[in-house]
């Protein structure tokens, strides 16, 4: 199967991915990073500013499957917290992914990417920083209808030329998360 097919039905899990993250985010026992890696990932889903353009045909929605599975990789290294089963399996689903977008990408492209998901909570998205989303309900609260609404919004994934996408994409990332 192509990386881009992968890609693609990796959409089909982005309701089940984002309650995961939010069930990290919402979780009392998880540490401080894992909490801010889960607001970042999800207010990547909302950002105007992210690798791809939503808009972008095909590809526009790829950047933002990538993000959560890198986050949800990076999230292993920190102490979730006793999170629902579901939750757990999704999050493991999810890093067990990321490994695609390694295979993808290549190894120092993957690494730029996993730096650029390790910061991404330093920005501030729709007025929030990732660390303020740790501390706020009411800000989790505005994020979440955000999440929902860009949700709604989402249009199915039509790529006409998998191995065009695929060079888009790369070309996208490349010059996005140049050193």
């Known amino acids: 199967m192509a ?3 992968v890609f693609k039905s990796w959409a089909d899990t982005i309701r089940q991915d984002i309650d995961a993250f939010k069930s990290l985010l919402e979780s009392a026992k998880a540490d401080k990073e894992s909490k801010r890696l889960a607001a970042s990932a999800l207010s990547y889903l909302v950002s105007r500013m992210d690798l791809i353009p939503d808009w972008n045909e095909g590809i526009g929605v790829i950047d933002d499957v990538m993000v959560l599975r890198v986050c949800a990789q990076l999230s292993q290294s920190h102490a979730r917290g006793d999170l629902p089963t579901a939750a757990e399996i999704s999050l493991d689903r999810m890093a067990n992914e990321s490994e695609r977008i390694a295979d993808f990408l290549g190894a120092a492209l993957y690494d730029r990417l996993k730096a ?3 910061k991404a909570g330093e920005q501030a998205v729709r007025g929030r920083t990732a660390n ?3 501390d706020d309900a009411a800000a989790r609260k505005a994020l979440y209808a955000e999440v929902e609404d860009e949700l709604k919004k989402s249009v199915p994934i039509v790529v006409n030329d998998p191995t065009d996408a695929e ?3 790369k070309a996208y990332l490349t010059h996005k998360l140049q050193a």
């Open 3 to 5: 990386h881009i097919d």
């Open 132 to 134: 303020q989303l740790v």
């Open 116 to 118: 650029y998901c390790a």
């Open 167 to 169: 060079l888009r994409l």
